[in-house]
């Protein structure tokens, strides 16, 4: 009888220590470290579009005459002109293009009959002031005349004249002709404004806008 008890203790102590074993065990078990976020990718930007680039209405192209006087005035007389009447034109919104090439009336005339949406913009220089000497007083008497030819029917749509003018938008920087090099930029600048007189005057008649000026 005593032998059956103390191999019952014995049992009882052995499941003890066992589940006392297995519950220390279970304590020291370290947990798994979370597993990291999966990055979400970042979505690419989506390209704007593109805004088709419209098709101006109106396009002038300028060009000047620079046989009808035989070159009896420099060619930078010529460019002057051109860079007048041009940078006004830009103030529009109609696409302007410009030839440094001679530019005739029928050239210019077929210009205009070879695009729906063309004007043709023909500068020329008086002949009334013909002289073989660009800084001569002769000069002083250049006058812009200009004719625009319609689109399509080449028909003139307007035209006039324009003159030096040496108080139109503020004084001369570069002193008045008095020989050499000095009087051919002083005509430059005063043609360069009959040519910007010209252009306002153009986009009056075809009723565009006209930049403000002083």
């Known amino acids: 009888m005593k032998a059956l008890r103390r191999a019952t203790i014995v049992t009882l102590v052995l499941f003890a220590c066992v589940f006392v074993v297995q519950a220390q065990s279970g304590r020291r078990q370290t947990k798994p470290a979370p597993a990291a976020p999966i990055p979400t990718p970042t979505p690419e930007p989506t390209p704007t579009p593109k805004k088709d680039q419209k098709e101006p209405d109106i396009i002038f192209y300028v060009g000047v005459d620079r046989s009808r006087n035989y070159s009896f005035y420099p060619s930078s007389y010529y460019d002057a002109v051109l860079a007048g009447v041009s940078e006004v034109l830009r103030h529009s919104s109609a696409q302007v293009d410009v ?5 005739t009336r029928g050239e210019a005339i077929k210009k205009s009959k070879e695009n729906a949406k063309t004007y043709t913009v023909l500068l020329e220089f008086s ?6 000497n660009p800084n001569s007083s002769s000069a002083d008497q250049i006058e812009l005349e200009y004719v625009v030819f319609a689109p399509g029917t080449a028909k003139v749509a307007t035209s006039g004249r324009s003159y030096q003018n040496a108080n139109r938008k503020g004084p001369v920087i570069i002193g008045p002709p008095g020989g050499g090099g000095s009087g051919v930029i002083y005509r430059e600048v005063l043609l360069k404004r ?21």
């Open 99 to 103: 030839t440094n090439r001679d530019l």
């Open 127 to 132: 002949t009334q002031a013909m002289s073989g």
């Open 194 to 214: 009959a040519g910007e007189e010209a252009g306002e005057r153009i986009l009056r008649a075809l009723h565009l806008t006209v930049p403000k000026t002083n």
